[in-house]
């Protein structure tokens, strides 16, 4: 089980810290979504990302993301007894754990979505009609329609890839899982005031945006919660999953 926490709440949350810097925000508005990411972007500030290497980066970016945020949510269940626990245990603000297992599924559903339609799936449609355009099989009206298409759907209320209903429920529901969880094992004397505070930064800064800067933060402070977690505990020489440590 350490193991397993270790890969799901630290590594994959700082394999997912190095990737969300490059990672751009604010492009939706200007200059637009397709005439930002249809083409490598050097760095600027604006943009927050340290650098943006075009289409095909955007999709390898979120056919690797999007596993590792599920690995996190398995992280988070874990940490909430959610897979084992012993019956004999009468842990304090159950409630809290029940919430955060509700609002981890949600959270899990809804950015698996989200980087579906607006990462995986957006990266190929820039990357085919860029080679459509390349052989002549479109014009150059025929792209901009099309890319006019993408952008009218990238701002989309339901599945836009900002401020929809998606992306909206997924931010939130992460927010509600990571203070839950954290209110949980307080309550238990899992963890110290440290790691509750880190917590508590994790689902607010990912409620935020998962793209730079927020998204290198939220996930620097899950890895550095769960670090903190793991050292303290093997001090006390206690199995930091045991549902019966105290």
């Known amino acids: 089980m350490r193991i397993m926490i270790f890969i799901c709440l630290v590594l994959s949350p700082l394999v997912l810290t190095g990737m969300e810097l490059f990672h751009p925000a604010h492009f939706t508005a200007n200059p637009g979504m397709t005439a930002y990411l249809c083409h490598p972007q050097p760095h600027d500030p604006h943009y927050d990302a340290l650098a943006y290497f075009g289409p095909h980066w955007w999709f390898l970016l979120h056919m690797v993301q999007t596993p590792l945020v599920v690995l996190v949510g398995i992280g988070l269940l874990i940490l909430g007894d959610t897979f084992y626990r012993d019956p ?23 950015f698996t979505v989200l980087d579906s339609i607006g990462g995986i799936a957006l990266g190929r449609q820039l990357l085919v009609i860029d080679q459509l355009f390349a052989a002549g099989e479109i014009s150059g009206y025929d792209a901009h329609v099309i890319q006019r298409f993408l952008d009218i759907m990238w701002v ?36 110290n005031i440290i790691s509750f505070a880190l917590l508590l930064g994790f689902g607010w800064e990912l409620q935020l945006a998962h793209a730079s800067y927020h998204g290198p933060i939220a996930f620097s402070s899950l890895a550095l919660a769960t670090m903190i977690y793991l050292y303290q505990s093997r001090l006390s020489k206690q199995d930091p999953f045991s549902v019966t440590s105290k």
């Open 156 to 191: 989309d209320s339901w599945v836009g890839g900002v401020g929809s209903f998606v992306s909206l429920t997924g931010s939130w529901a992460v927010f509600v899982a990571a203070s839950s969880l954290a209110i949980y094992l307080i309550l238990n004397k899992k963890i």
């Open 88 to 110: 004999a245990y009468k842990p304090k603000g159950e409630i809290f754990s029940w919430i955060s297992r509700s609002a981890v599924f949600l959270f899990v559903v809804y």
